[in-house]
Each structure stands twice: as structure tokens, then as C-alpha cells.
């Protein structure tokens, strides 16, 4: 009989069928609550005046390697952070390592036009500001009115809205991301769709909250939408534009089906390498539920979860201008 309070068993057998015995059973010792790791908001602060803060306060932290603005907190909890005054005036923002790898491989460059397509609570939104240098046209939406009012709170928190006298424009939008892509045609250089999945790299073992709600009938739902969103993002994408999706889920339906399935319905439609150095990724799904996978799948990114960061997919897609 199956513990109410255990991940459950089904999921365990499909992440097994996934990545084999071995990596499934490192992969589940990575099920534990993460330390706390923040970036700084280089539109309001820089490294060297939060590091020296932190450490007169007597934290400890430790560099990431592969995100210079990335720091793991080694001491202290993650309340006494956020009674900082750093935190408390925008200066760093907590977001998982994993949630910041996307706006890295979007790659946001300052002049660009950038849609964040499913925006809230709003951490890779004030990254890809950040990384603009607040210089070009940055599109958030998100279509929740409650996750909508607590992105525009942390935007106003980290100063993305502000003008600062620069060419730069952000816009807050509520909508569905088929409404938006119709009013935006081929608009966008860059969109980033991080989207609502089954979130199974933020299981807890013992903590049931965490996956009480998973099913694999929750992956389909999820699938259902992750394809209406992507049709969206595609079609509000410019020729040449580069479009980067991403999940917190290990599910190859959410997933490596997802970007099969838009391969084949847009012959316009590249999957790109993602060059960039990146923690270490898990080796690349060839097959599902005894059906081959295409060998282009190589070039999309699964971070191996450690008990830093958690278990999340990548792909890079660019729309063939020819």
C-alpha cells in the first residue's frame, strides 16, 4: 500500500522509464528542501556593495559559478534575508538557480523587443531588464489577476517599470497568451514562455503539499495548455527571432513532446544548441514509452537536480527567416 505522505510511486516509475535506475535513484535523493540563493538586482545594485552589506550583517554566501549575479546563502535563514534592507529595497531578489538559466539562454541583449510571456510572480522578468540594461521594449504577462498584482508589486519593488531617462519602454499585460499574439503578429526578437507545468522538480519528500496534486491526468492538463501557449508565443515571434521554453518538470509530455509536436507543425521552426555554460545536464531522452525520439532533441537542455537546484528543461528555438 502506497504512504499517503510519499512521493508517489507512479511518478518514481515513470522518472526511472525517463533517465534509468541509477540517475533516477541519485535524482531522487535531490528531493529535499534547497538552501536559499538569491540574485542581485544589477538595476538597482551590483555585487560588490551587496556582497559588503551581507557580510558586515555576518551572512556567509558563495558565488555560483556559471551566474556571476548568483549567490547560495551558506548561513542564517532565508526570513533573516528578506528583513534585510537590501531585500527590502530591491537591491537582490531570491529566485531558485534553476529559474535563472532561461533569461540566460534568451540571451536578452539592450534595443531588443522581449515578451515574457507567462510572467508571474515576475523573477525572470526583472532579469531580463536587468540584462536589457533597461534599454528596448519588454512585454509581462501573466492572464492570474492575483500572480498578475504580485508581479506588478515586484516589478515597482526592483525598479524595472522606472525610465531612467533611456530608450525603454515595459509594458504590464492580463491577458491570454492567444489574445496577445494576435495583437503583437511576428512582433517580438526574443519571447520567453517559462510555462505552467506539473512542477515535479519541487517535490519534497515529506512534505505532501508539494505533489499531493500530481497526476499523470495533471500532466495532461498541463500539456493542453503548454501547446496553446507555444502556438501563441510562435506566432507573436518575429523571423529570426528566438523564442526559449521552459518547465520545472521532468515530464517528457510537457516537454521533448512539446517542442516534436511545434517542430512538425512549423516548417520555419529551428531547435538551436544552447552554447552557453550551464550546471551539468542530464544525457538527452531518446525514447518514450517505446517510441524513438527525433536526434534533434540533443540540443534541448535538462539540468541534472542536485540538492542546490532543481530539475528543469530548456530549449532554444529560432524561427528560420528564409
Same mark, same amino acid.
Given at each position: 500500500?502506497?504512504?499517503?505522505?510519499?512521493?508517489?510511486?507512479?511518478?518514481?516509475?515513470?522518472?526511472?522509464?525517463?533517465?534509468?535506475?541509477?540517475?533516477? %535513484?541519485?535524482?531522487?535523493?535531490?528531493?529535499?528542501e534547497?538552501?536559499?540563493?538569491?540574485?542581485?538586482?544589477?538595476?538597482?545594485?551590483?555585487?560588490?556593495?551587496?556582497?559588503?552589506?551581507?557580510?558586515?550583517?555576518?551572512?556567509?554566501?558563495?558565488?555560483?559559478?556559471?551566474?556571476?549575479?548568483?549567490?547560495?546563502?551558506?548561513?542564517?535563514?532565508?526570513?533573516?534575508?528578506?528583513?534585510?534592507?537590501?531585500?527590502?529595497?530591491?537591491?537582490?531578489?531570491?529566485?531558485?538557480?534553476?529559474?535563472?538559466?532561461?533569461?540566460?539562454?534568451?540571451?536578452?541583449?539592450?534595443?531588443?523587443?522581449?515578451?515574457?510571456?507567462?510572467?508571474?510572480? @515576475?523573477?525572470?522578468?526583472? %532579469?531580463?531588464?536587468?540584462?536589457?540594461?533597461?534599454?528596448? &521594449?519588454?512585454?509581462?504577462?501573466?492572464?492570474?489577476?492575483?500572480?498578475?498584482?504580485?508581479?506588478?508589486?515586484?516589478?515597482?519593488?526592483?525598479?524595472?517599470?522606472?525610465?531612467?531617462?533611456k530608450?525603454?519602454?515595459?509594458?504590464?499585460?492580463?491577458e491570454?497568451?492567444?489574445?496577445?499574439?494576435?495583437?503583437?503578429?511576428?512582433?517580438?526578437?526574443?519571447?520567453?514562455?517559462?510555462?505552467?507545468?506539473?512542477?515535479?522538480?519541487?517535490?519534497?519528500?515529506?512534505?505532501?503539499?508539494?505533489?499531493?496534486?500530481w497526476?499523470?491526468?495533471?500532466?495532461?492538463?498541463?500539456?493542453?495548455?503548454?501547446?496553446?501557449?507555444?502556438?501563441?508565443?510562435?506566432?507573436?515571434?518575429?523571423? @529570426?527571432?528566438?523564442?526559449v521554453?521552459?518547465?520545472?518538470?521532468?515530464a517528457?509530455?510537457?516537454?521533448?513532446?512539446?517542442?516534436?509536436?511545434?517542430?512538425?507543425?512549423?516548417?520555419?521552426?529551428?531547435?538551436?544548441?544552447?552554447?552557453?555554460?550551464?550546471?551539468?545536464?542530464?544525457?538527452?531522452?531518446?525514447?518514450?514509452?517505446?517510441? &524513438?525520439?527525433?536526434?534533434?532533441?540533443k540540443?534541448?537542455?535538462?539540468?541534472?537536480?542536485?540538492?542546490?537546484?532543481?530539475?528543469?528543461?530548456?530549449a532554444?528555438?529560432?524561427?528560420?527567416?528564409?
Amino acid at each position: 500500500m502506497n504512504n499517503k505522505n510519499a512521493i508517489p510511486e507512479i511518478f518514481l516509475q515513470r522518472l526511472t522509464q525517463m533517465v534509468g535506475f541509477s540517475v533516477a %535513484q541519485t535524482i531522487e535523493k535531490t528531493f529535499v528542501e534547497r538552501p536559499t540563493t538569491f540574485r542581485v538586482n544589477t538595476i538597482k545594485s551590483n555585487c560588490e556593495e551587496v556582497l559588503d552589506s551581507l557580510r558586515s550583517a555576518g551572512f556567509k554566501v558563495d558565488r555560483v559559478a556559471w551566474y556571476p549575479d548568483a549567490f547560495i546563502l551558506r548561513n542564517k535563514s532565508k526570513r533573516d534575508l528578506t528583513e534585510t534592507e537590501l531585500y527590502q529595497t530591491g537591491k537582490m531578489y531570491i529566485q531558485s538557480l534553476a529559474s535563472m538559466i532561461p533569461p540566460l539562454v534568451l540571451d536578452s541583449q539592450p534595443g531588443e523587443k522581449i515578451l515574457d510571456l507567462t510572467a508571474a510572480p @515576475g523573477s525572470k522578468t526583472s %532579469q531580463i531588464a536587468a540584462l536589457m540594461g533597461k534599454q528596448g &521594449e519588454l512585454v509581462a504577462n501573466d492572464n492570474n489577476k492575483v500572480r498578475f498584482f504580485k508581479l506588478k508589486h515586484n516589478m515597482e519593488l526592483l525598479g524595472v517599470p522606472h525610465n531612467d531617462h533611456k530608450p525603454w519602454s515595459f509594458i504590464l499585460r492580463m491577458e491570454h497568451g492567444a489574445g496577445l499574439s494576435s495583437e503583437y503578429h511576428e512582433y517580438f526578437d526574443k519571447i520567453l514562455l517559462d510555462a505552467p507545468c506539473s512542477a515535479e522538480a519541487r517535490f519534497v519528500a515529506g512534505e505532501p503539499t508539494t505533489y499531493g496534486y500530481w497526476s499523470e491526468r495533471k500532466i495532461k492538463e498541463m500539456a493542453f495548455k503548454q501547446r496553446t501557449l507555444l502556438l501563441s508565443a510562435w506566432q507573436a515571434l518575429k523571423p @529570426g527571432g528566438t523564442l526559449v521554453y521552459s518547465t520545472c518538470t521532468f515530464a517528457p509530455e510537457e516537454n521533448e513532446l512539446q517542442i516534436i509536436r511545434l517542430l512538425d507543425r512549423f516548417s520555419d521552426a529551428i531547435l538551436a544548441p544552447i552554447k552557453i555554460k550551464l550546471p551539468q545536464a542530464l544525457p538527452p531522452l531518446k525514447s518514450w514509452k517505446g517510441k &524513438e525520439l527525433p536526434p534533434e532533441l540533443k540540443n534541448t537542455y535538462r539540468i541534472m537536480p542536485t540538492k542546490e537546484i532543481e530539475g528543469f528543461f530548456v530549449a532554444k528555438l529560432v524561427k528560420n527567416q528564409d
